[in-house]
């Protein structure tokens, strides 16, 4: 059941971000980062996306462990999952036009909870691709090891994207941020399902 759990968090994550970005006045899905959602009036969507999300992730993880499918894997899915819970718990600071009233561009002072953020959103974007990789070399089903190898070099290639469309404060970071999260996501509801149904 809670690899089942762990499928759900990673596609509901994604749905809720896209629908509540999608929607949301003021907001650009191509600029702001997803975590730029749980900002104003609304933030609380987001935030308990990253909570609720999170945590049945790292259900979904600890499974992976008492279930005797890999506990290396296990434990680096665990530490995803807590880093999109404290993702939620620590918001990132007010920039690039949002909400209306923000700093254009990214402020070079920021509050403790915006730097533990940024902490936690580096533990997800490199414990993903590290997962990603660790499958490529555990997981039984070469179809699986294949498919999950070069997701790991997408996700890093991503990565590395986004980090300098950050640093230049490109006006498609947001953009490049979702080429990551979709399919990094999607390829771990599937691997949750995949291993609910042993077929991995």
Not at 26 to 50: C, D, E, K, M
Not at 134 to 145: K, N, V
Not at 159 to 175: D, K, M, N
């Amino acid at each position: 059941m809670a690899l089942w759990a762990g499928a759900a968090g990673a596609v509901l994550f994604v749905l809720v971000f896209l629908v509540d970005g999608g929607s949301r006045p003021h907001y650009a899905s191509a600029r702001h980062p997803v975590s730029a959602l749980a900002l104003g009036s609304r933030g609380w969507i987001q935030t308990a996306n990253f909570v609720v999300c999170g945590s049945a992730i790292t259900a979904g993880a600890v499974a992976v462990i008492v279930e005797g499918l890999s506990v290396l894997l296990g434990v680096v899915l665990s530490i995803f999952g807590l880093g999109l819970v404290a993702s939620g718990v620590f918001r990132m600071d007010p920039m690039l036009g949002y909400p209306p009233g923000a700093p254009i561009g990214i402020p070079e002072q920021h509050s403790t909870a915006h730097r533990v953020h940024d902490i936690a959103g580096a533990v997800v974007f490199l414990s993903l691709p590290l997962a990603a990789t660790i499958s490529a070399f555990t997981l039984s089903a070469t179809s699986w090891r294949v498919a999950s190898g070069c997701v790991a070099v997408a996700l890093f290639l991503g990565l590395g994207l986004f980090g300098r469309a950050w640093e230049r404060v490109s006006p498609r970071i947001g953009l490049i941020q979702r080429a990551v999260i979709i399919p990094g996501w999607s390829w771990l509801a599937a691997l949750f399902t995949a291993l609910a149904l042993g077929l991995s």
